[in-house]
């Protein structure tokens, strides 16, 4: 039997290295991407055009602290403000007509990683940006940059919302005092308390498989926010 030199040996062994280190790069190479998980707090400005119906939005989004926030301009209109907690309940308030809704969810905001378990969909170009794509349970497309990877773009199926990102500022965090929902908020004889109903839990779990704690509430509420 043929003995082998400590140096051959070696020379084997490095070239076996080097074909499993070439397969691993290869399979990586043909790997689906992942996408990014969201920030901690971030604070993004959008364009919204929901079926015809266009808005400009300021997103805020605080989830060490349970909260998120959009305040929605309407084209030629007032400002909506839509203030989410982690426990599920929603204000939807208009300061300038003096209205406010409460809503109850039995979902609270997103989680950071609540594209974990989302379907990729390929690359495409979106905005002028090279984007690659993700599906979740056929009720968002999500479109995130492949360079930056910051988010460009998400559509919603079930109402025709497509959202545009504008700016997307990582880290940046809203006063505590512009949180605060107004008195009239909390007087019942001025506000109406409403429970989403069960078609409207569905679209919010939309967003996440039983997989990821059951789902949580989209970006705004797409049966409250007009």
């Not at 506000?191 to 949580?216: C, N, P, V």
């Amino acid at each position: 039997m043929a003995r082998w030199s400590a140096g051959a040996a070696m020379q084997v062994l490095g070239l076996c290295g080097a074909i499993w280190l070439i397969v691993g790069v290869a399979a990586s190479a043909n790997a689906d991407p992942i996408p990014k998980t969201w920030p901690l707090q971030f604070h993004s400005q959008m364009y919204q055009n929901r079926s015809g119906k266009l808005s400009m939005i300021d997103l805020w989004y605080d989830f060490p602290n349970g909260r998120n926030l959009n305040l929605i301009q309407n084209q030629l209109g007032s400002v909506l403000h839509d203030v989410e907690y982690t426990n599920g309940t929603s204000y939807y308030y208009d300061l300038e007509a003096g209205t406010c809704r409460e809503v109850h969810f039995p979902v609270g905001i997103l989680r950071p990683d609540w594209l974990s378990d989302a379907t990729y969909a390929g690359v495409e170009e979106k905005d002028g940006f090279k984007c690659n794509v993700w599906e979740k349970v056929e009720f968002i497309r999500y479109y995130e940059d492949v360079e930056t990877k910051r988010p460009v773009s998400w559509y919603f199926y079930t109402s025709g919302m497509d959202l545009h990102i504008m700016t997307f500022e990582e880290g940046n965090v809203l006063d505590d005092i512009k949180w605060q929902a107004p008195v009239s908020c909390f007087q019942k004889t001025s506000q109406t308390a409403l429970t989403a109903s069960e078609d409207d839990d569905k679209s919010r779990k939309g967003l996440l498989s039983k997989a990821s704690l059951g789902g949580r509430k989209g970006l705004h509420s797409e049966a409250y926010v007009t």
